[in-house]
């Protein structure tokens, strides 16, 4: 999914006026939920990072 998100990114990104379009900010969006949830899931399931 991260890789996907990246990709589209790095598309999105290369034509002018790229940060701009509503997508780029829904996948910047998406991938920070994204991570933000994996690293709140192991820190409480992963006794050794608490």
């Known amino acids: 999914m991260a890789r996907l998100t990246l990709s589209a990114l790095g598309r999105a990104t290369e034509v002018p006026g790229g940060w701009s379009q509503p997508e780029v900010h829904l996948a910047l969006l998406v991938s920070g939920l994204s991570v ?3 690293g709140i899931w192991l820190l ?3 006794p ?3």
């Open 36 to 38: 933000l949830t994996q």
């Open 44 to 46: 409480n399931h992963d």
């Open 48 to 50: 050794d990072l608490a």
